[in-house]
């Protein structure tokens, strides 16, 4: 059996994607604040894709790792081109 390959993918759709509904509806996943991912964390993430982006950025906030969010979203602002596929950018 081979072990599973992370997709890379989630990253983006994290710093891509806006909250559908809510107090904040309309703000990135990406910069949703620790305390209201908390809150869904202790009340129960949605189901589905919305559900497993909100708990990576949770896990990504929780264990000091905001710096890779904020160096991925200033990577893709200098390389995404419009009607272009985005990929992750190398960071050094």
């Given at each position: 059996?081979?072990?599973?390959?992370?997709?890379?993918?989630?990253?983006?759709?994290?710093?891509q994607t806006k909250m559908?509904?809510?107090?904040?509806?309309?703000?990135?996943?990406?910069?949703?604040?620790?305390?209201?991912?908390e809150w869904?964390?202790?009340?129960?993430?949605?189901?589905?894709?919305?559900?497993?982006?909100?708990?990576?950025?949770?896990?990504?906030?929780?264990?000091?790792?905001?710096?890779?969010?904020?160096?991925?979203?200033?990577?893709?602002?200098?390389?995404?081109?419009?009607?272009?596929?985005?990929?992750?950018?190398?960071?050094?």
């Amino acid at each position: 059996m081979q072990p599973a390959k992370p997709d890379n993918t989630v990253l983006i759709d994290v710093l891509q994607t806006k909250m559908p509904f809510g107090k904040y509806k309309g703000t990135l996943i990406a910069d949703l604040p620790v305390y209201y991912l908390e809150w869904l964390q202790k009340n129960g993430m949605p189901p589905g894709k919305l559900g497993m982006l909100l708990s990576t950025t949770y896990e990504i906030k929780i264990n000091g790792m905001t710096t890779l969010l904020n160096q991925l979203k200033a990577a893709l602002k200098g390389h995404q081109q419009p009607g272009t596929t985005t990929t992750i950018p190398k960071i050094t």
